[in-house]
Structure formats: structure tokens, C-alpha cells
């Protein structure tokens, strides 16, 4: 029987589907196979109308859950036994080794939810974990308040209530309901130790399972949640799907005193015939400055003229909104607008998931899972979290020559503060400050940014002399040194990084040629060649290669092969080496075909200890009922995790259309057989794709 464990709210607003996907999260990277289960469904509360029918928070993971109407119209009848049974019938069709239920959502117009989630916990036999937020109270009165809700579930020494999820520590007077006036309401760091220590986790067996501090960009909306929940009318579209709201300013004040208000993620509210504060706005956005949004209230409209003063600062991406009501009306509106998720904000989702899952007690999970759960199942959540675990614990400084790049600049920041990787950025140091500024972007104090000009004369001489024989003279030295790349790979050849991470902006021949020149093949390889990981919903892949050898030969091949499998292993995932071709065994011929068998053998032989198969299919080598027909005698066909790709041509081709066709993540390319870890990004790369070859970087370097 599945374990199941069911978080249930104390209070409002409590943040009970952040934790619940935290805690999911979290049995994800530790190899869990975890289901998730909502017995009944609610309504979004970020309605301003009657309407309550709109979909309800993360609704694509609603599978089985019951409208919130149909249960308050049985139990209305007293029929609360029969809203039960069809919850214990929903549940029982979920196969999984773990089952996170999210319980009830405490609301003004289910002030029953206490009751209604201890009778489901009792029908589904469920441990229970609590999630409360402490409020504006003190840790004892915190502690009596959680102590007295818990009563209604038996009390916190009932043996099936395991602990309490502490949410939003630390949070601001004016949240958890709505946005906030202002950015200095609160202090950014917190001192958990009070939370920590309080008596009622001293005893028995009820116990603080995670502490998570309260953390603006978790809460931030984007401005097109705001539009919508407004039922705004849209003057200027802008980048209104990705920029998001991290404050608000009701503006009625003065052009001279209103520059300390135009910063990042500021929403700036104002009547719509304050021509000189649309102005100001418009002008802070042009001078690079990152405003959220502009809404202009009363209905009024800038007129022609002032809306093609305006038009240069709306292609920066500043969304303009218009709603009809005064400025006071708007206040008290947006000031309810509550912090849930909706289902479409993929990158918040992952966010809190991932937060809030470095916030739970992992001695304590541990602990509470047996043996008997902990699968080896490598989904892409446990190889995201392996990758960042394992470059934590490597603790490498990576060299990124792309320090301008603002993407990069993002990446680099949160590879430093959540401790993946140091970086150093190369760039212009005041530039780098600015756009950092403009993006709201908080640079660490242990993120490193050089200007180039500063270091460059350091390494004229050893290039020199590791191109001497191509008779490099000074002047040439210098010229190719203007070249972060060539720069960068000059720090790591010399070990003062640990590895560089480009191709956001450069080329792959740009990242690539001064490596293989300054750099080179490490000891026993002959070429260099490359892998991506491929985050399928359920596991992940290893393709190669797809991105470095146009035409390899049959021993070239083979040792790409063979780098793929130590790579694939070296990252948790168990190698099974499908050799890719057009025919499976011997049921085709041709030249393509024959030089994929002979790379098979020449694999095989060179490295007995690993599971290598082909030719195969890429059919034969995924589906098992594919394999039992083409190849029955195959260790490798059916369950293949590591596919070579015959040429450039395939494998680049292959790995576009999975990756585009099926909404998939891939992390690469990351390069193989070289001396020291220098890896490509794709020009198209987001910030999460630079992260995760950061991290990849960092873990090369320690093999």
C-alpha cells in the first residue's frame, strides 16, 4: 500500500499548494516515485466578480478531484460519507510508492476546511503534516495557536501527525494577503532559530518538518495576472507575459519626487491624465530602468500626441494598463489580489518548488522513508537536483566570457547564491552594474566580475608561448586576447578557473576552436565530442553526438560511444549504450549500416564492462514490445538510456525535434574529451539552461 501524506492548512493563506509541490519536489530528487492528489478542487480566489467557476491553482494536477460545490451541496444534505467514499474511490486509481494529498484551502467561504480535511485524512489513512504561516505573531503564540488547530486532528501527539511546515517566515505586516505597498517593509534576512527551537518540536513525535523564509520573487506576479484580474483594458502590450510585479506606488505626487519610485518591478499607479507622471515613467523605462507596469485609473486615455511622446519608452517592453475605476477603488483592489499561482506560471512553479524543497528537513524525510521506497528511478527533478547537489559539493569557479550577456548576468547571480558554482563574469564592470540594476538583479557579494583590460597583459606571454610553434608573434597575441573566449580559455589553461561555460552570444566554433587549440584532447581520447541530456517526463536520456563530429568514422564513433557511457554514469544515469542506426542487426545493409556494427564491435571490445548494442533502431531501442520483435536477445534494446547517433546530421536533427515536439528540456551540449571542462551554450539559451551547464561545468572539473 502507498505511503500517503496529506498537508493540511492552519489559518489563511497559508501557502498550502507551494508547500504541498515542495514536498513533491523534494521526493523527486530523492528518487521517489511520488503521485499527487487533490481530493477537492477550488476556485481561484483572485476573482473581482460573483463568478466562481474559474479554474482552480496547478488545475492540470486536479486529476480526480471533486468540485467544492458538489461537496457543500452533500454535506448540505448530510451526505459528507458519500463525498468520502468517491474521494477514497479517486484516490485508489494512483499507483505510486508515495502520495502527497493536498488538503482543503482555508478560505471566508469554506470556514469548514479544518473539519473537512480531518475526515478525509482519517478515510485515506494519511500521516498529516501541517503548514501555517507565524503572521504577525510571536514564536510562543505561534506555538499555542498551532498547538490548539491541531486539536481538531487528535492532538499533536497523534501518532499519525508527523510535524508542521512553518511558510513565509518573516513576512512583511501588509502580506500574506496581497501585493506590497513598498520594497521596505521587511527585512531580507531571517533568523530561523527562534522557529527552530520551539518546545512543541522538542517532544514526542511531532516535528518542524521545513522552515521557508518569506521571499519576494516567490510571490511576484506577472503583469498579465494582474491584467486579467483586473479585466484591464491594455494601452501598451509590452513584455506583459514575463515581466513581473514586485511592488506598487499609487502616484499622485510631484515629477521632482517621484524618481526614488521608478525602480525594477515597481507597478506604478496613476490617474490617467497625469500626463507628467506618464512622462516620467516612460522616461525612466528608456534610460534602461525595469518598471512592472503602468496603470493609469479613471479611464482616461493619454491623448495622441502624448502617446507618440511615449512610443519609444512602450518598445522597451513597458506594459500600459487602464482600468475605470479612481485611484482609491484601484488601491483596495489590487491590495486583495492574493499571492497563488496560476497554472500557466511555469518558471514561479519551479521556483517555489525548488525553494521550498531546499527548505525541508532532509534528515527528517530520510528518516520517514524506509528502504522499501527509495527507488532508483533518475527523473529530471532528481537529475536537476543531483547536478546541483554535486556541483555544490564541488565547489569550482567557472569563467563566463559573456559577462555582458544578461541572461548570463541573471544565471551567474543565482549560481553564486544558491552555492552552484563561483562565477566570473569578463566585462565591463560599470556595465554589468547597470544592467543589473535595471533588472533588479541581486548581485552577490562572491560573484566576481573583471574587466578584461585590467588582466590581459598577464597572458600575452604564455599564449605566446603555447602557439610558438604556429609562430605567434606579440601583436597577433594581443589581437586574439581582445577575444573573451580566447581570454577565459587562457585563465582556465593557466588553472586560475576550473572551467568556462560560453555560446550564449559566441558561436559554438567561437567556444570551441581556442579550447581545442590552447586546451586539447585530454590523455586517451582522440577527439572531442558532445551529450546532451535529454528531461523526458519520467527519465532522462543521454543523446550523442549532436553537436561537435559532422561524419565520424567507425573507431571515432566508438569512442564517442564509449565518453557517453562514463558521462552518463558519471551523472547517476546506469549506461545502455544504443548504437543508432536505420536497420536493427542484420535485417539491412549498406555502408551507414556497416559502420555502425563495426562501431559496435570496436566499442565492445575496447570497454567490455558496458552494455553496448547495434545497429538498433531508435524504436527497437526505447519500446520493449519493439524490441522483443527486432532484437529478443538485446541487454540493450527496449531500455536503452544512452543512443549514439551515426552523424551530425542525425543526432542534431533528432534531438531538435524531441526536444521541440514533446515541450522537453534538454541540458547541453556538453563537451567530451576535453583537457579541462569548457562547455557551448545554444544562442537561444535561458537562463535555467545556463544554470544547469554552469553546474555540469563544476562537476567535470572534479574528474
Not at 483572485?46 to 482552480?56: E, F, G, K, V
Not at 504577525?136 to 499533536?156: I, W, Y
Not at 572551467?499 to 581556442?514: E, K
Not at 561524419?551 to 545502455?576: M, T, V, W, Y
Request: charged letters at 20%.
Amino acid at each position: 500500500m502507498p505511503r500517503r501524506i496529506m498537508l493540511v492548512p492552519i489559518g489563511f493563506e497559508v501557502g498550502l499548494t507551494s508547500a504541498s509541490f515542495g514536498l513533491f519536489h523534494k521526493l523527486q530528487q530523492l528518487g521517489i516515485d511520488v503521485g499527487y492528489f487533490k481530493p477537492i478542487s477550488q476556485p481561484s480566489r483572485n476573482i473581482l466578480t460573483n463568478d466562481q467557476n474559474s479554474p482552480a491553482e496547478f488545475s492540470h494536477m486536479d486529476v480526480g478531484s471533486i468540485p467544492i460545490s458538489y461537496v457543500e451541496d452533500k454535506v448540505g444534505d448530510d451526505l459528507l460519507d458519500v463525498v468520502l467514499e468517491e474521494i477514497v474511490g479517486n484516490f485508489e486509481s494512483i499507483n505510486k510508492e508515495i502520495i502527497i494529498i493536498e488538503g482543503l484551502v482555508q478560505t471566508t467561504r469554506q470556514p469548514y476546511a479544518a473539519k473537512i480535511n480531518s475526515e478525509v485524512a482519517q478515510a485515506l489513512s494519511a500521516d498529516i503534516i501541517f503548514v501555517a504561516t507565524p503572521d504577525n505573531d510571536e514564536p510562543e503564540q505561534f506555538e499555542d495557536r498551532l498547538e490548539m488547530s491541531a486539536k481538531t486532528f487528535g492532538g499533536v501527539k497523534n501518532s499519525r501527525i508527523l510535524g508542521c511546515i512553518i511558510n513565509k517566515i518573516n513576512s512583511p505586516d501588509k502580506d500574506v494577503f496581497g501585493l506590497l505597498p513598498s520594497e521596505t517593509e521587511f527585512q531580507q534576512e531571517v533568523d530561523l532559530t527562534p522557529w527552530q527551537q520551539l518546545s512543541i518540536f522538542k517532544k514526542g513525535n511531532f516535528h518542524l518538518v521545513g522552515a521557508v523564509p518569506w521571499e519576494m520573487d516567490l510571490v511576484a506576479p506577472r503583469v498579465t495576472e494582474i491584467k486579467s484580474y483586473l479585466n484591464a483594458k491594455v494601452i501598451n502590450e509590452g513584455d506583459m507575459e514575463h515581466r513581473r510585479v514586485r511592488s506598487i506606488s499609487f502616484c499622485a505626487r510631484s515629477v521632482a519626487n517621484l524618481k526614488s519610485h521608478l525602480v525594477p518591478g515597481r507597478l506604478i499607479v496613476t490617474p490617467g491624465d497625469r500626463t507628467d507622471i506618464i512622462i516620467a515613467t516612460c522616461l525612466s523605462a528608456l534610460n534602461g530602468t525595469k518598471v512592472g507596469a503602468l496603470i493609469l485609473t479613471n479611464g482616461y486615455v493619454p491623448n495622441e500626441s502624448v502617446m507618440e511622446l511615449c512610443q519609444q519608452a512602450f518598445k522597451t517592453g513597458l506594459p500600459v494598463l487602464s482600468v475605470p475605476w479612481d485611484t482609491w477603488e484601484t488601491s483596495r483592489h489590487l491590495l486583495s489580489f492574493s499571492p497563488e499561482i496560476p497554472e500557466e506560471d511555469m518558471q514561479r512553479q519551479d521556483r517555489v518548488k525548488q525553494f521550498v524543497a531546499d527548505c525541508l528537513n532532509q534528515d527528517l524525510l530520510d528518516k520517514y522513508l524506509d528502504a522499501k521506497v527509495r527507488g532508483q528511478l533518475l527523473s529530471p527533478p532528481a537529475f536537476r537536483h543531483k547536478l546541483t547537489d554535486l556541483a555544490r559539493r564541488a565547489n569550482k569557479l567557472i569563467v563566463l566570457p559573456e559577462g555582458n550577456d544578461i541572461r548570463t548576468i541573471k544565471a551567474a547571480a543565482i549560481c553564486a547564491e544558491r552555492g552552484i558554482a563561483r562565477c566570473q563574469l569578463l566585462g565591463n564592470k560599470e556595465e554589468i552594474l547597470l544592467i543589473a540594476e535595471q533588472q533588479g538583479i541581486n548581485l552577490p557579494s562572491g560573484l566576481l566580475i573583471t574587466e578584461p583590460a585590467s588582466i590581459v597583459e598577464n597572458y600575452v606571454s604564455p599564449l605566446m608561448k603555447l602557439r610558438e610553434h604556429k609562430g605567434l608573434t606579440e601583436i597577433v597575441a594581443r589581437e586574439e586576447l581582445k577575444d573573451n573566449v580566447v581570454l577565459g580559455t587562457m585563465m582556465l589553461q593557466l588553472g586560475q578557473v576550473d572551467g568556462l561555460v560560453s555560446g550564449a552570444v559566441h558561436t559554438t566554433a567561437n567556444t570551441i576552436r581556442p579550447a581545442l587549440q590552447l586546451i586539447k584532447t585530454s590523455p586517451g581520447n582522440s577527439l572531442v565530442s558532445s551529450v546532451f541530456f535529454m528531461l523526458l517526463p519520467d527519465q532522462v536520456f543521454v543523446y550523442g553526438d549532436c553537436a561537435i563530429n559532422p561524419d565520424p568514422n567507425a573507431e571515432q564513433l566508438a569512442d564517442i560511444a564509449i565518453q557517453s557511457a562514463d558521462s552518463a554514469r558519471a551523472f547517476g544515469i546506469e549506461p545502455k549504450v544504443a548504437m543508432i542506426s536505420y536497420s536493427t542487426g542484420s535485417s539491412g545493409t549498406g555502408q551507414d549500416v556497416e559502420k555502425v556494427a563495426l562501431a559496435t564491435q570496436i566499442a565492445q571490445t575496447k570497454r567490455p564492462d558496458l552494455l553496448i548494442d547495434g545497429p538498433l533502431q531508435y524504436d527497437a531501442a526505447v519500446m520493449e514490445n519493439v524490441a522483443k520483435k527486432k532484437a529478443p536477445d538485446s541487454k540493450v534494446a527496449g531500455q536503452a538510456t544512452v543512443f549514439i547517433f551515426p552523424d551530425l546530421n542525425t543526432g542534431n536533427t533528432t534531438y531538435k525535434a524531441v526536444q521541440r515536439s514533446a515541450n522537453l528540456v534538454s541540458i547541453g551540449p556538453m563537451l567530451q574529451g576535453m583537457n579541462k571542462p569548457v562547455n557551448d551554450l545554444s544562442r537561444g539559451a535561458l537562463v535555467d539552461d545556463i544554470i544547469y551547464t554552469i553546474a555540469l561545468t563544476a562537476i567535470q572539473a572534479t574528474q
